[in-house]
């Protein structure tokens, strides 16, 4: 016999109430970065030229700015993720750990907010 | 009433680390250090967008001795991360998990992240 309800069977999110999304959001994340981080390794290993006129030009360039754009929402989303592991591993007080977590969030998305204005402001300027 | 001294089950600090246990929490060690690696990624995309002036203070700043040093402690954690992310992904198939195999493939993780960080700076140089 099982005490679970009808919905929370169906909904199948169990006692943390959002079932194996994180970790699926993780993999799916992961699978991403392991492509985009390579592509990015192999062009700042290649570019021989750092300068600014280089670097906008590069970035300019839509298939690398759409790559970039990729890259660096994925990776402030698998950043998260992580993150919020280690502070939910670490930090123990509540309200320290819900702070803490906040903030994370706030950085995050803030980060990816600057990375994806910048790519577009050079990429749309070029 | 006090806690602090009744005696604990064995833990972590009892047992000599085998290496899936040094490379597993190296793998979070790495990641938390690519997500502060992240915020300069971030800087470099903003400053470059900024113009001129803002991306010469940037890179003035990956000019010195420290932001070097970081920028290699940060490659190395990159392939390390990949490569051992990439084997995790496997281990999530439900592979290679026996003690040989998870022995075995934590080398190859190694002398992956050092061959890839060693191909990295020879083909940046």
Known sequence: MSLRTPLGKVLGLGTAKDGTSHWWGQRVSAIALLFLGIWFAWYLAISPDFSHAAVVAAIGRPLNAVLLLLLTVTLGYHSYLGIQVVIEDYVHAPGLKLLTLLFSRFVHVALVAAAVFAVLKIGLNA | ?125
């Open chain 2, 1 to 125: 009433m006090s806690n602090y001294d009744r005696p604990l089950s064995p833990h972590i600090s009892v047992y000599r680390w085998p290496i899936t246990m040094a490379l597993s929490i190296l793998h979070r060690i790495t990641g938390v250090a690519l997500s502060f690696g992240f915020v300069v990624l971030v800087a470099w995309l903003f400053d470059a967008a900024s113009g001129p002036d803002a991306y010469a203070v940037f890179m003035s700043v990956m000019d010195t001795v420290i932001a070097k040093l970081l920028l290699v402690a940060w490659s190395f954690a990159f392939f390390y991360h990949l490569s051992n992310g990439a084997r995790h992904l496997l281990w999530d198939t439900g592979r290679g998990l026996e003690k040989r195999q998870a022995n075995l493939s934590s080398w190859l993780v190694l002398v992956a992240t050092i061959v890839l960080t060693a191909v990295f700076w020879w083909a940046a140089s």
